[in-house]
């Protein structure tokens, strides 16, 4: 079955981390998988020329995302203005955790605005305290309703914080949820049967996680073929316009 790859990174993650791929690794873990396009950022908002090589290199395969930073304010700003532009970069990607801002912080609202002027959406990183909680991304969402928001890991590990990604994407039509490094299969289908059709979709966090790993949480998930299509492929397409 045919997979877009909602979240993925390309790069090295030192530290605690100690994870790396590069993009030719990728495109070959892409091919095993059947993963025909990859949603594609790099590891922070410095290193967003790895992303741009990466969709010169193999532009029928990479969707370029450009990794912004609120807290540099009109730097980033223009930055991310440059990659949607004049790059052809199709979303902006925020993570809270990572640069210490909540996500409902007015300082995210120029790009929220940035994201509605060319029509891309926004991928935000979930379910960690005190930052990206579902509660604060759904406050963002709420005061920016034409701009499509997807909650990165729908809540992560924590099931509370699942519940709420559930709950607040039930709340607000413009939220998306992307599942993965997150554990519960049924949730999967909960989204799918209760949250929208079209709002649930796969995505690996690679290299953080492997594919086949994320990939049996749908399988498991009680979906049915149909259903498990719509998560592995159709909803991202639909999302980004394929």
Not at 170 to 198: C, T, W
Request: proline fraction near 5%; hydrophobic fraction near 40%; glycine fraction near 6%.
């Amino acid at each position: 079955m045919k997979k877009i790859d909602a979240h993925c990174h390309v790069g090295e993650f030192g530290g605690w981390a100690d994870v790396r791929i590069n993009i030719e690794e990728l495109i070959k873990q892409m091919d095993e998988y059947e993963i025909v396009k990859t949603v594609l950022c790099s590891v922070d908002h410095l290193t967003n020329e790895d992303v741009l090589d990466a969709y010169k290199k193999y532009p029928d395969r990479i969707i370029p995302t450009v990794f912004a930073n609120p807290i540099d304010a009109k730097k980033s700003l223009d930055m991310a203005e440059h990659y949607l532009k004049d790059e052809n970069f199709k979303g902006i990607k925020l993570h809270p955790l990572q640069h210490a801002y909540v996500a409902d912080e007015e300082i995210v609202d120029p790009f929220m605005d940035l994201a509605e002027k060319y029509n891309v959406p926004v991928f935000i990183h979930s379910g960690h305290p005190p930052y990206s909680l579902p509660w604060s991304i759904a406050l963002l969402a709420e005061r920016h309703p034409n701009v499509k928001t997807v909650m990165i890991h729908m809540g992560h590990g924590h099931g509370v914080y699942i519940d709420a990604a559930l709950k607040m994407a039930k709340r607000f039509s413009n939220i998306y949820l992307e599942m993965s490094g997150m554990p519960m299969g049924s949730k999967i289908k909960e989204a799918y049967e209760k949250v929208g059709k079209d709002r649930i979709m796969f995505g690996t966090d690679v290299p953080f996680h492997h594919p086949t790993v994320e990939m049996q949480k749908v399988i498991t998930s009680g979906l049915d073929e149909k259903a498990q299509h719509d998560v592995f492929y159709n909803n991202a397409a639909k999302l980004l316009g394929l």
